[in-house]
């Protein structure tokens, strides 16, 4: 079986692009069946590769939430679903500031850039461009 990587010279490091049920269990130091488990309680949408399933970076991600939710902080699985729309809500309203505050900088940028040609001073209009016939 082939999983696909990517090489990013940035580093000099590989880094994974799809993990298997089984390399997350070992990362997370968990059985596949509890892995297995929470995907189809919290519905994590893998990719069918050959035989196997594989789940991104983000996928990965959202298991170590999952898994930190439910064994390190012990809430139940109602508990944990709730507290990960929480999260994301949460994340969601700051990505939200975030664009707007942007715009607000990229529009105080063209103030300031526009009020600084006003403030130019203009050209000397007595003195002539070029010389007079005399």
């Not at 488990?37 to 994590?44: D, G, I, P, S, T």
């Not at 664009?99 to 940028?109: A, P, S, T």
């Amino acid at each position: 079986m082939v999983i696909q990587r990517a090489f990013f010279i940035f580093g000099l490091m590989e880094t994974k692009v799809f993990f298997t049920f089984q390399e997350l269990a070992d990362q997370y130091q968990v059985n596949v069946s509890h892995l297995r488990y929470y995907a189809a309680k919290f519905n994590v949408k893998g990719r069918k590769q050959g035989n196997t399933w594989v789940f991104t970076q983000r996928e990965a991600n959202k298991f170590g939430k999952i898994l930190q939710l439910a064994q390190s902080e012990k809430f139940t699985l109602e508990g944990a679903k709730e507290q990960l729309n929480h999260r994301e809500e949460v994340f969601n309203r700051k990505g939200e500031v975030i664009r707007k505050l942007e715009y607000i900088r990229e529009v105080l940028n063209l103030v300031a850039d526009r009020l600084n040609d006003s403030h130019e001073p203009s050209p000397d209009l007595t003195t002539p461009s070029s010389p007079s016939p005399s």
